[in-house]
């Protein structure tokens, strides 16, 4: 059975005790970046046994990562990106080392996920972020100018062609985060990973077991009309999935609870029963609910508790009927 997760730094907070509360006991966890200089390398073992021990010291189970050491002259081409090669080596071979099977990464440069507003009022006057490509046309290149695609790709290619191994023979399975949003470019800068037919194209660029998917659903979803065969579709190659919910298309959307955007997720659900997924999924971008800030918008604590009893409700239907004779 699928089993819901979520995404929490390792530092014991309220909200370790409040998702533990509702019945989740897998993390999906992060590296602390930030450390002070002279520090040890946060993706160091050292330092990844630590944050696992952290979780484990209040009964979680770091079973994904999702931070990732500086990448964008590794995206970008640029001098200095087999350095940053070698450091995402290293970051892969101490997962293996410490049985964390997961490492979720993305391919967008310099430029992560990206909103217009953060404060769209939404069911409740709940705040959700958003995204309006028409507010964004005129807004001035970055200092890389424009890139193209196809230097994304060459990129990736070369990339892969040296982490692919060091996965393999670690055994840790590589969850490739889709663009968000999946419009290419933006302010001149590419962005590949924002298609069905990309994502076919990833899987075939370095053929491995350890190459695959983040299913993240809020992408997805502006991708294409059919999600559940999508997800169907890629299968075995999905390692980890984000499930959240838009309303809109990929020009100009805004996020919703996760009962309200416009993605059947019963069906999707259905869909990773099928195939047999065994991983992890954890909500994702939640609203901003009344009594909650919205500092850190889309990750506020209270909006995440009503996803995970949302996903957990329809977990529960959608595994019981599949049981049924």
């Not at 293996?96 to 006057?125: D, F, Q």
Request: hydrophobic share 40%.
């Amino acid at each position: 059975m699928i089993e819901i997760a979520e995404y929490l730094p390792p530092n014991h907070s309220v909200l370790w005790d409040m998702v533990q509360q509702c019945g989740v006991s897998k993390v999906v966890g992060t590296m602390d970046l930030d450390s002070p200089n002279g520090a040890e390398a946060p993706w160091s073992y050292t330092s990844l046994l630590r944050a696992k021990n952290a979780y484990a010291d209040h009964s979680f189970e770091l079973v994904v990562l999702e931070s990732r050491p500086p990448l964008d002259k590794a995206k970008l081409g640029l001098p200095g990106r087999d350095e940053e090669i070698t450091i995402v080596c290293e970051l892969i071979r101490n997962l293996g080392l410490l049985g964390i099977e997961v490492w979720c990464y993305e391919w967008m440069p310099v430029m992560n996920w990206m909103r217009t507003s953060t404060t769209i009022r939404s069911r409740g006057g709940a705040l959700v972020t958003g995204y309006d490509h028409s507010q964004m046309t005129k807004a001035p290149l970055t200092e890389y100018g424009e890139v193209s695609e196809e230097q994304l790709w060459d990129n990736l290619r070369y990339f892969l062609e040296r982490v692919i191994p060091v996965a393999e023979a670690a055994g840790v399975k590589l969850a490739m985060h889709p663009d968000d949003p999946p419009l290419s470019p933006i302010r001149g800068l590419a962005r590949i990973m924002r298609s069905v037919e990309n994502f076919e194209r990833l899987l075939e660029l370095v053929p491995s077991p350890m190459n695959g998917i983040a299913l993240c659903q809020g992408n997805f979803t502006l991708m294409t009309d059919d999600l559940p065969a999508v997800i169907r579709k890629f299968a075995d190659k999905i390692f980890f999935v984000h499930m959240r919910d838009v309303a809109g298309v990929a020009e100009k959307f805004q996020e919703t609870f996760h009962d309200a955007g416009k993605t059947d997720m019963v069906a999707c659900m259905r869909a990773y029963r099928d195939i047999g997924f065994d991983g992890v999924l954890r909500p994702d971008h939640v609203p901003t609910m009344a009594g909650d800030d919205n500092e850190n918008a889309g990750y506020s604590a209270i909006g995440r508790l009503f996803a995970i009893g949302y996903l957990k409700g329809i977990r529960e239907a959608v595994y019981a009927e599949g049981r049924q004779p």
